[in-house]
């Protein structure tokens, strides 16, 4: 089944293709503690659907820290090198990639037409860290990442436009279709003219998910319809 038009996907992470157990969080604020001796940093607000990037800046203006870039740089650094031993360290029953997600992505990628990657707010690294553990990261040859940019819309915009340049089409003429777990997810969707399936394998319900304007949404990739709706132009 061919595609009527190009078309990228972009699978954003943490509650979409995988749950982590918290490993993120963790190292997040225990790079807050190595650094500023401040293990709350993050403890008042939800990480969902944000950008590293972002993370690292509102937390740092909680805690009275100015936010230059060169402090959010060694903050990330902190971070990625303790996300390592968290990964590591995580059980299989707390780490594992949400029900038909790896059977979706191998779908994709083997219908032409199709550029399957990553669109979200981890940076590049990190996203290859917690990926490798569950044996997925070299099926996406590209993506938008939150080293890209800090806006959640831009850097999906950048992925979508990797994805074009990989199709060699113009990103005008693809269908682009972005697959969250977050309001957003749908909102940066949304903002470059993308479709989007919603997952309520994270914090929010598919029902919520469609409220925030996704164009489907499903319990998980196992749901009936979830696949068609990824594969399929409508």
């Keep these: 089944m061919r595609p009527m038009r190009p078309t ?36 008042s ?7 590293d990037r972002a993370i690292v800046r509102k937390a740092m203006g909680i805690i009275g820290v100015e936010p230059r870039p060169e402090a959010i740089d060694e903050l990330l650094a902190t971070y990625l090198s303790l996300l390592a031993e968290e990964v ?27 550029a399957v990657g990553i669109g979200t707010g981890n940076v590049r690294e990190g996203a290859r860290i917690k ?11 590209f993506g938008g990442f939150g080293c ?3 806006d959640r819309v831009e850097l999906i915009r950048h992925g ?25 997810d749908v909102a940066a969707a949304k903002g470059i003219g993308a479709l989007c399936i919603g997952v309520g394998t994270g914090q929010f319900t598919p029902a919520a998910l469609l409220e925030a304007g996704a ?10 319809g979830a696949l068609d709706a990824l594969l399929q132009d409508r």
């Design 88 to 114: 590591k360290q995580a059980v299989d029953r707390d780490y594992f990639v949400h029900a038909g997600m790896r059977e979706a992505v191998i779908e994709a990628r083997g219908r032409p037409g199709m």
């Design 131 to 141: 990926l490798e553990r569950v044996g997925i990261y070299d099926q996406f040859s």
């Design 45 to 51: 607000f939800s990480l969902s659907g944000m950008t």
């Design 215 to 224: 164009d489907f949404a499903f319990p998980d990739f196992t749901a009936g």
């Design 148 to 150: 890209d940019h800090e």
């Design 8 to 43: 990228v996907l972009l699978f954003d992470i943490d509650g979409t293709l995988v749950t982590t157990g918290g490993a993120g969080r963790r190292s997040i604020s225990r790079a807050f503690e190595k650094l500023y001796r401040r293990s709350d940093a993050c403890s």
């Design 160 to 184: 979508a436009r990797c994805g074009a340049k990989l199709l060699d089409a113009p990103l005008e003429e693809c269908r682009v279709v972005v697959i969250g777990d977050t309001p957003k």
